[in-house]
């Protein structure tokens, strides 16, 4: 059973910042990417930043130059740098973990992680 279990989230004042990690675990063999997205109130849950495995980062428009999405694959986990937040970056973030497989099974599957809340307010 994979699990991603997500931490870093918190109340931040305008301007601050936040380091969002997340970790999978759970005989995993790869994974093709992990990504944070997030789900404000009221609305759909949205890409921030993806990073796959071998290739480039991909940024939501938003969050270009203050967010940075990095990994450390020998832990399995994905960080997200977020600097000079604003308000409207308030929501619950998400971790996922893309196409992965374990070594007990080789079908490919996506994970989630159970969110974490980030506050942007003074």
């Known amino acids: 059973q994979v699990q991603l279990v997500e931490s870093g989230g918190g109340l931040v004042q305008p301007g601050g910042s936040l380091r969002l990690s997340c970790t999978a675990s759970g005989s995993i063999f790869s994974i093709n990417a992990m990504a944070w997205y997030r789900q404000a109130p009221g609305k759909q849950r949205e890409l921030v930043a993806a990073?796959?495995?071998?290739?480039?980062?991909d940024y939501a428009d938003s969050v270009k130059g203050r967010f940075t999405i990095s990994r450390d694959d020998a832990k399995n986990t994905v960080y997200l740098q977020m600097n000079s937040l604003k308000p409207e970056d308030t929501a619950v973030y998400y971790c996922?973990?893309?196409?992965?497989?374990?070594?007990?099974?080789?079908?490919?599957?996506?994970?989630w992680g159970q969110g974490t809340q980030v506050t942007v307010a003074s």
């Open positions: 990073l796959p495995t071998g290739g480039s980062a």
């Open positions: 996922n973990a893309d196409s992965v497989r374990t070594y007990y099974n080789s079908r490919l599957a996506d994970y």
